[in-house]
Nanobody, 124 residues
Framework: QVQLVESGGGLVQAGGSLRLSCAAS????????MGWFRQAPGKEREFVAA????????YSADSVKGRFTISRDNAEDTVYLQMNSLKREDTAVYYC?????????????????WGQGTQVTVSS
């Protein structure tokens, strides 16, 4: 059974940094792509970034390019989202997701497995 467990969220001031982690277990993820999504109150779930597990190739939303970096650690079966220069509009619950594909999906419906989410709050 696939399990995705996020951690690393919290309260941070605007301009600060956080690193989110997503620990994956339950199968071999070499043929999977992993994504980070976020959902703010009253808004739809939004794609943030994705990484292809096999070669580490990444794709990010325009809204976070240059500020957020997604990566994966094969040895630890963990995906990271390094978030720098955080803004108030980055406040949301952040979710990790997995899809059995070698392309980057930006639509949440294409992901099969989801974590429980971790809250990120950016204060001014």
């Amino acid at each position: 059974q696939v399990q995705l467990v996020e951690s690393g969220g919290g309260l941070v001031q605007a301009g600060g940094s956080l690193r989110l982690s997503c620990a994956a277990s339950g199968r071999t993820f070499s043929s999977y792509s992993m994504g980070w999504f976020r959902q703010a109150p009253g808004k739809e779930r939004e794609f943030v970034a994705a990484v292809r597990w096999s070669d580490g190739g990444t794709y990010s939303a325009d809204s976070v390019k240059g500020r957020f970096t997604i990566s994966r650690d094969n040895a630890e079966d963990t995906v990271y989202l390094q978030m720098n220069s955080l803004k108030r509009e980055d406040t949301a619950v952040y979710y990790c997701a997995a899809a059995r594909t070698t392309v980057w999906f930006t639509r949440a419906a294409m992901y099969t497995y989801w974590g429980q989410g971790t809250q990120v709050t950016v204060s001014s």
